[in-house]
């Protein structure tokens, strides 16, 4: 009899970042995942699918991404770990959700594998351009955590803490690939298990009659608790109270929404990951997120051997958008690029966050391809001129 294969992966192994982003979604716990194909993230879920039967998973492909995004949510609430996936098509169509993930406080991944747009565009190739729709897709206030990764490596390391994020805050996650990352291969290092810090759900453990869904026993996050524990809860998108039921006054929207947001912006710290290489007295930051943090890698390497003195920060959190980072590294430049695969999106955040501080410069294209590293080199050197 065969033996079945191990739920975490271990070893050396070349695959590209859709893969390793389902094999570190798999290490995480995850092990229900509903979507409907779309290019470029179809590998993800094809391989989940394949992956699951050996570890007691489920993949089911629904109609289209408007169901791919609310039955994983049922899930979740039944007291699995779960995800959906799309690219920018299937992203517009699961905006509605978002919301409620939000309202419902559901711990929540979203993978997006963007490609270029609007609309249908070019299913084949990279872009940026969903960035801004991560942050304000959905309507009415309320706060979500986005990370973005720039290699296959990247891919497996952050979505185990995407799925980490989504249960200590319990709110969406997007993990914003990009089509060149997730069909980028690469080593990719799984180690075992026991390596990989993976944050279970904290259940509650107070007995039925005295747990309400909604009440902040400590801290700012509620206690979760899935269907069957005894519990008799309501869950609603409407303005709730703390028993979950609907309370349709100023007041409770006050109440709640600003802990919606309050609990992601007082961790902006805890939250934020943003990598820094040779930023201090220096005359330009390339600022970047995804596959254009490897082509500022290259170019600033490339110019510091020619003399400049360049640095660079790779955003691996997107949002809550951290503008305490976002002055410090002003106060250690004379320049700053932002270079992203959009004709603008987070150099607006970075201009807002720096203000007046230091010339924020912006070096972008409308999708379709990635930024040459001759185009980044030459931009370099025109702003240290």
């Known amino acids: 009899m065969a033996k079945s294969k191990p739920i975490v992966d271990t070893g050396i192994h070349f695959i590209d970042g859709n893969m390793a982003c389902a094999e ?25 699918a394949k992956r699951f039967p050996e570890i007691g998973g489920m993949f089911i492909q629904m109609e289209d991404e408007l169901a791919a995004s609310i039955c994983f949510q049922g899930a979740v609430w039944s007291g699995v770990k779960g995800m959906t996936v799309t690219s920018g098509p299937g992203f517009s169509l699961m905006m509605e959700h978002v919301g409620l993930a939000a309202a419902l406080e559901t711990p929540s991944v979203f993978v997006d594998v963007q490609r270029a747009g609007p609309s249908t565009g070019l299913p084949t190739a990279p872009a940026q351009q969903d960035m801004m729709q991560a942050r304000w897709g959905s309507h009415g206030d309320y706060e979500i955590i986005a990370l973005s990764p720039s290699s296959p490596q990247e891919c497996f390391d952050y979505i185990v803490t995407c799925f980490n994020l989504s249960e200590k805050y319990r709110c969406p996650v997007f993990f914003m690939m990009d089509e060149t990352v997730g069909h980028m ?35 700012s996050v509620p206690e979760m608790v899935k269907v069957g524990m005894g519990h008799r809860i309501h869950i609603t998108g409407l303005t709730h109270d703390e028993q979950g039921y609907p ?133 370099i050197r025109e702003v240290t001129r």
Request: include cysteine.
């Open 185 to 219: 291969h690469g080593k990719v290092k799984i180690p075992d298990a026991s390596q990989i810090d993976v944050l279970e759900r904290q259940n509650t453990t107070r007995p039925p009659g005295e747990y309400q869904p909604y009440k902040i026993y400590e801290g």
């Open 24 to 48: 570190g979604a798999i290490a995480a716990g995850c092990r229900f995942v509903s979507g409907y194909p779309i290019t470029p993230s179809t590998e993800v879920v094809e391989h989940m």
């Open 247 to 379: 309370a349709m006054n100023a007041d409770a929207q006050q109440t709640l929404v600003k802990r919606l947001c309050s609990k992601i912006t007082d961790n902006v710290d805890d939250i934020s990951i943003i990598k820094t290489e040779n930023i201090d007295d220096s005359d330009v930051v390339v600022i970047s997120y995804g596959i254009t943090s490897r082509i500022a890698e290259y170019a600033v390497n490339t110019t510091r051997e020619q003399g400049i003195n360049a640095g660079t920060a790779q955003l691996v959190t997107i949002w809550p958008f951290n503008d305490r980072a976002m002055m410090e590294i002003a106060s250690k430049t004379k320049n700053i690029i932002v270079a992203e695969m959009n004709l603008g999106q987070i150099v607006n955040e970075v201009r807002r966050a720096v203000g007046n501080a230091v010339p924020v410069h912006f070096l972008g294209n409308a999708g379709g391809r990635t930024i040459s590293p001759e185009l980044m080199i030459g931009k």
